[in-house]
Every structure is written in structure tokens, then in C-alpha cells.
């Protein structure tokens, strides 16, 4: 069973971003850390080669300037190897060219059964580049998964919806995308963190991948304006005249929450 | 030269850090009033492989160095001085002796379980009579037939009774001096007193221990007869070196809590933080946090590259924990009222940073060794 696993390397969430006024796209200078939503899926990931009994879990990233932190911190976790696409033309990719990239890369890690993706990351949020993933590679795709399981040649999948999660089966190789909090990521041990720093990295670039065109100029799509979002406005503070409770019911009524 | 730990080292330090802000953080303040020693928690830095660090692969250990091992204790203690000592000593003087002293066969016996945490190892060398005078130990074991007996009293033994506590390595005089032998727990005669009641680290393990005829077989002796001693103080630099690194982890989580507090608290118009009487004494802690980290890793660099550390490890020691009592002064001090409840953590350093002064070595004996070093007469 081997599974490939999307992550991203992203700004630190917990330091205060900011975007490139050139082109108002977020700067992602100096260290990147693994998002936390692509944990969820390297753990899945993890598990299901563990109950498998055989097969590795592999990584493919696209980073700039070679980042490699985010990374080693998921083969920390216990993934076997990675590649990862880095190279400066590749500054401005929209969606598509990033699921094209990923999935030259992913064909790069031999026989694929499986590639798990986070539904969307946490800096950018388009959330399409799974499904882009499948289609590039003709590959049946499954989102918003909450459980996964694979069962002979067949991919198990509860599929998170409003109302509560659809049972959804496919065959075997497959894309998944899965939801946030679908397993408890373990911490990188000791041993794995030191194990990390020789596990092999496959360096590529857009043109090795035969990925053309990249960047802007493959880009289908623009940022024009970036604009700040609205203040939060202040609540309603509701006085206790002991009548407070009906205060809330109305306002409750008014939102149609009951 | 460098002054930077390694990538994997600040990585690791990460990932600590992380698991000790959510995994420990939320419960510090109730095992702290239950005087409750977490398992659980103890038994999830195993998971991490925290004992392991510098034990060798073949005992289940991570290979690392003993700067590693400092960075772990500095985090855990970041947020729980009690879990961080729990550390240090599983690993200086649960599983460290048996590793360094031990046969194969005692090591394949033991150590395992200590290096993944599964359980952990205590040390008896205090004597209710004789606490920095170590050499003036009065427990004994007589020999009899294959077996010791073994008799006497052991004072503020840490990790001695916890319900995963398996061995306890102790000093007793022998014909040839001071010897030491591994004590199984629930061997009959090993009797574990009752917890202290202690003014910090609450939920840290902490006991006397009484040995009355109390009987292990000579396959427990740990080291060559007369050894003991000689053994117990090389043992004891290296923990003075990690006791450094909890003293850190201690000012750091009061210099990060008091600038904090500083910012936010408002009086007379303001943050307190623009009054030079908060401002001027938090720069001063930054310098001590900045000494006590180079000095408590420059020893610990000292140590992986093989080279000697008995004053490198006391000066680290001394400063260190003096450090960190001054800052946990300072936090009070800037907390003012809320300082002193029990609700603030800052409060919670001030009571569990006095021992970091007294275990290990007090800071006179750590003044004795810089002294000797200097080449002074000895008394």
C-alpha cells in the first residue's frame, strides 16, 4: 500500500503575514511550517499503510527557495521519502498548474494507490486543487472525507456533509481529500526527528516535471485588488431587567436559529 | 564557532514544545493543587522518546546527544517544573547509572522499560544525616551467601513511588567502601515512606525510603565493590547540567509571562510595561535567561565532545538555578496581587523554583567545586 500524501508548506499562522504589494500575493520568505491541516492527512496516511502491513508513505510539496522545514517535519512523523518542487518560475501558479505540478511529482514516487490531500490549506483556501489532482491523473476523486478505509481494491470513504456523512466507495488508485480533525496526528518522536534528516528528498523543478508553462504566465487567473476585511462590529449587549431571556429568544428567532 | 544548536535540535525544540503546551499546559495548575503525579503524562513523553535521548539504539534509545536531552528539559520545564524533573531524573538517575555502570545483563533487564518510559528509575543516594556529604553514607549491605542485605534510610528520593517506579539504585557501605545495588520495587524490606509535603513541584514524586534487611541477590550490584561513590559523582555532573536546563526552562517561562503581563496590564494610564521600575527589571532577567542558556549549553556541548565538565557543570548549575529564583521574584513582583495566587503560574515558579538552588547540589557545594577548581586550598 503506498500513499501519497499533498502538504504544504506555509507561513507560520501564529506570526503576522503579509502580502507582496507588486502582485498581492502572500509572502512566503523564510521558514515555512507543515500545514496543520496536511497533518491530518499524513497521519491518515501513516495509519493506513500501518494496517496495510506493508508500503510507505510519500510526500510531494511545491515551496520556494527549497523549503524544506514543513517537510522534514511529516517525515519526522514517519513518511518515508519526498520530492519536492521548488524553483522561482513557479511564483504565481494558480490552482490548476499547482495540482499539474503535484501530479507529475506524485507519478515521480513509483506505484500509487492512494493520494491524500487536506481539503484546502490554511494561507490560500482555493480547496480545488485535490479534485484538479484527480483529473489530471485520471483518477477517481472523493472529497471531504471524515473516515477512510480501504478494503481490497476498494476505497472505503464517509464523506463529511451538512446533514451528517455519505458512505461513498471507488476503486483503487484514488484521490482523497480529507477534513480537519479526521485522526490525531502524532508528535514526530525523538528517533523520527533525527531519522528525518536522511530520509530522501528528490529536488525538482517545473521544467523537470515537464510542467509548462508555470508561474504568471501559465496563471489562469489574476489578483486584481486586495481589500481589508470589514471591522468585526460590536454585539448587542442585552441589560438584565429580568426580562433579558425573552430579549435572547427574539434576538435567537430573528437569526432563525430556533 | 557557532552559537546556534543544530536544525534538528531548534526542530525538536518545536515539537516539545508544542506537545507541552497542549498536552501538559491545561492540566499543570490541577496536578499542581492535587499534588497528583500524572502517568499518563509521564508515559506520553515516553511515546515522544524524551527517556530515551541519550541512550544508544540497542537499548531502545533515540542515539542523540545530551544537548538534546537539555532541550527537552528546558521545554517540559517551560510549563511544568514538576514533569520537567520527573525527566531529568528518569533519565540521570533512573536509567542513566544502569546504563553507565551496568552489565549487559543488567541493562538488558532493566533499561527498556526505563529508556521508553514505560517505567521509571529512582536514585538513593541522600541520607536523612547526610545530604551534601554524600561520603559520609550509613546505609550497609552485608553479604550473605549470594545474596546483600541491605539496611538503612534514604531521604528526598525522587520517582521513588510512583505506580510505575521499578528500580531504585542505592548507596550502602560495604567492606570496600561505597557500593551500589538496584532494588527492585516491592522487594520485601524496601519500604517506601509516605510522599512529602513539599513547598514546589507538587506533582513530582517525592519519598524516603527505608531499607530493612532488605534482601537483592548479588546480580543487583551495580558497579565494582567501593565503586559507588567515585561512580554517583560522575552521574552528578551530568545532573547538575540538566538541572541548568530546567532553572532555564523556569526564568523563561517568567520572563515570557511578566512581558506579557506587562503589556496588558493597565494602571495609571497605561501598560505598566513603560515604567522603568517593570521595564529595567525584566531587561535584567533577559541577560540572566541569555547566561544561564549559554552557559547550560556550553556544558552540555562540553559533554558531547567527550571533554571534562565538573566545572563547567557547576558554574552552569549555580547560575542557572540562582537565575531563576531571582526571576521568579521579579514575575511575582511585576504580577503583584495575582502573583501570589495560585491562579497564575508565575506563582506556581516561585514555589517550585527554591529546590533548583538545594538538589543536585546546593549552590555552596556548586561554589566549593568552582573554587577547588581555582585552585584555592581546600579545607
Redesign the interface.
Known sequence: MNVIVCVKQIPDPAQVGSLDPTDNTLKREGKLILDESDSYGVEMALQLVDTAGGGEVGLVSMAPNDEMSGLRTALAMGAAKAVLVSDAELAGSDALTTAKVLAAAASRLGDIDLIIAGTESSDGYTGTVPEQIAEVLGLPSITFAKSVAIDGGTLRVNRQTEAGYDEVTCPLPAVVSVTAGVVEPRYPSFKGIMAAKSKPVEKVTATDLGVTPVGWAGAGQQIVEVAAAPEREAGEIVEDDGDAHLKIVEFLDKLKVI | MSWELA??HE??RQ?VR??AEKELGPHVARWDEEHHFPVEAVQAMG????F??VFP?EWGG???DFA?LCV?IEEIGRVDQSMGITLSAGVGLGANPIYRFGTDDQRSRWLPDLVAGRALGAFGLTEPDGGSDAGATRSTARPDGDDWVINGSKAFITNSGTPITSVVTVTARTDDGISAFVVEAGTTGLIVEPPYRKMGWHASDTHGLTLDDCRVPDANRLGELGSGFRNFLTILDDGRVAISALALGCARACLEQSVAYANERQAFGGPIGRFQGVSFALADVAVAVENARNLTYKAAWLKDQGRPIGTAAAMAKLYSTEAAVHATRVATQVFGGAGFIDETPVSRFYRDAKILELGEGTSEIQRIVIARALGLPQD
Open positions: 536544525e534538528e526542530a525538536f515539537v508544542d506537545f511515546d515522544l522518546g524524551l530515551g535521548i539504539e533515540g542515539g542523540g538534546s527537552a
